[in-house]
C-alpha cells in the first residue's frame, strides 16, 4: 500500500500546490509514514525550484529546519538539479546550526557546477575552519572546478592536499585528478597518474583517452584505445 501511494505521489508531483500538498500529507499518516519519511518523499521526486519552495516551507512548519539529513536534501536538489538554485541554497545553509561534511560537500559541488570557484573555496576554507574533516567527495568537486576553470595553481595546491590526507589513491579522487590535468594540458602528468593505478577501471581507460584526444594526440589516444581493449581482455 506504501509502495503504491509513494508511486502516485511521484506521478503528480510536477502538479504540486501547496494546498494538495497538505493534503496528501495528511492522507499520508494513515499508511503508518512517518512526517520525516513524506517529506524526503517529495524531496526525492521533485522537479523544480517552485516544488520545492513549498515543500522546504512545509519542512519549517514541521520543524525540521535544523534536521542535517532533511534539509541535505532541499540544499542538494538547489545544487545538483538543472534548474537549481545557489542562492536559496545559502539561504537554506546559513539557518543551519551545525552543517556536517556532507552538506558543505554539496554547498562545493553545487558552486562548481554554477562555476563559481571563488564561494567553492570560501566554503571549503569555512570547512576546515570549523574542524570538518575533508573527504574524496570534497576533493573530487573542488578538482573538478580547477579543471573546469583551468585554475592551475589551484589545482597543484588541491593535489597536494589529497596527498596530505592521504586520498589521491581513492579511485574517484584519482580519476578526477587525470582528467583535471589532462583539461590543463599537462598529458604528461595525467599518464604518470594513471600509469600509477594498479587495475584502472573502464572510467579510468576513457578519461585517459579523452585526455590524449583533447591534446590533439590522436595516435596516442588509439595505441591507448588498443591497450585497454588488451587490458580488459585479459582481465
Known sequence: MIINYLCRLKSNLKALQLGSF??????MSTVSISKE???ISFLKNCSCMKDLKQIHARVIQLGFEQSRFVVGKVIVFCAAAEHGD???AVSVFE???DPDA???????RG????????KAFDYYKIMQERGLESDSFTFSFLLKVCGQLGLVLSGRIMHCSTLKHGLDSHV???NTLV???GMFKDIEASRQLFEEIPNPELVAWNIMIDCHVSCGKFNEALDMFSRMLRFRHRA
Open 22 to 27: 497538505r493534503s496528501r500529507f495528511s492522507t
Open 37 to 39: 519519511e513524506a517529506v
Open 86 to 88: 545557489m542562492s536559496y
Open 95 to 97: 539557518k543551519i546550526g
Open 102 to 108: 556532507f552538506i558543505f560537500n554539496t554547498m562545493i
Open 111 to 118: 558552486f562548481g557546477k554554477a562555476n563559481d570557484p571563488r
Open 172 to 174: 574517484f579522487v584519482r
Open 179 to 181: 582528467h583535471m590535468y
